[in-house]
């Protein structure tokens, strides 16, 4: 949203790096806001006849709202960020935003221009993506559910979507296994801390079912993601079977969103 002190700021950013490195740095602005009048493109102050002044590069996402909505969404992965962003920031602030039921049309109706399914009635099917695509794709599905926030039991229907429209054998779709998968060890949880209770003390088993059941949701769920993303090797099953600290396991379910390397994921559980 635009700021008032906006350019202020940036001139703080730039007057601190050169005061540390003795360098200027180049300063570089993407506006993402809805507020056309909003432009800025310089710092400036003036006092008896002396000036000082910061320009900047400026990018207004705006400004490319005519060009994106002619491209295909997989022609460039800025692009892409790009038309995820006006999209969405067309609807969101009319009334019709508010109502679920219309944020997850409009998040579906994204997703599957993301992961470009095969148009109804094609006979053959879409080729399985390239292990560079899968990576794009899967994150421009996370900077999408981040865009759209949905209500849970739209979350849990567009989850089933998005595992539909992407097939059973490409990358997940992280950020929706990581919810599911939490709320389903809940619920697996409360079933056996239900079926303890009753031997144990209700309270008691209810307690220790829920903290099973979610630690072992967590384990499946990351050795899941693990397998599609690196290949799950016995040892790495093991290694995360064994892990019996949920702050460990959230850690790894955190890192494998972005990491590149199994060791980055591994780490979180050994450490």
Do not use: C
Request: hydrophobic share 40%; aromatic share 10%.
């Amino acid at each position: 949203t635009p700021e008032t002190d906006f350019t202020h700021r940036l001139f703080q950013y730039a007057y601190r790096i050169y005061d540390r490195f003795g360098r200027i740095p180049d300063t570089l602005v993407v506006l993402t806001d809805g507020d056309s009048r909003f432009y800025p493109v310089a710092f400036s102050r003036d006092l008896l006849g002396a000036s000082l002044r910061l320009e900047f590069h400026v990018a207004k996402l705006l400004d490319y709202k005519k060009r994106v909505h002619r491209r295909r969404i997989d022609e460039n992965v800025f692009a892409a960020v790009t038309r995820l962003h006006l999209a969405v920031q067309t609807e969101r602030h009319r009334r019709r935003y508010q109502d679920g039921a219309f944020r997850f049309e409009l998040k579906r109706w994204l997703m599957r221009e993301v992961v470009q399914t095969q148009p109804a009635g094609m006979a053959q099917p879409a080729r399985r993506p390239r292990p560079d695509e899968e990576q794009r794709i899967f994150r421009l599905l996370a900077f999408l559910d981040w865009l759209v926030a949905l209500p849970n039991e739209l979350e849990n229907l567009f989850f089933d979507e998005t595992e539909s429209a992407r097939g059973a054998d490409v990358m997940p779709y992280v950020t929706s296994w990581e919810r599911i998968g939490i709320e389903k060890g809940l619920e697996q949880g409360l079933e056996k801390g239900l079926e303890q209770g009753l031997e144990q003390g209700r309270e008691q088993g209810r307690e220790q079912g829920l903290q099973l059941g979610e630690l072992r949701e967590k384990h499946a769920v990351l050795k899941r993601l693990f397998d599609r993303k690196f290949g799950l090797q016995p040892e790495d099953a093991e290694l995360i079977d064994s892990t019996d600290a949920p702050e460990r396991l959230d850690a790894a379910l955190d890192a494998i969103i972005d990491a590149s390397e199994r060791g980055e994921v591994l780490r979180h559980l050994t450490s």
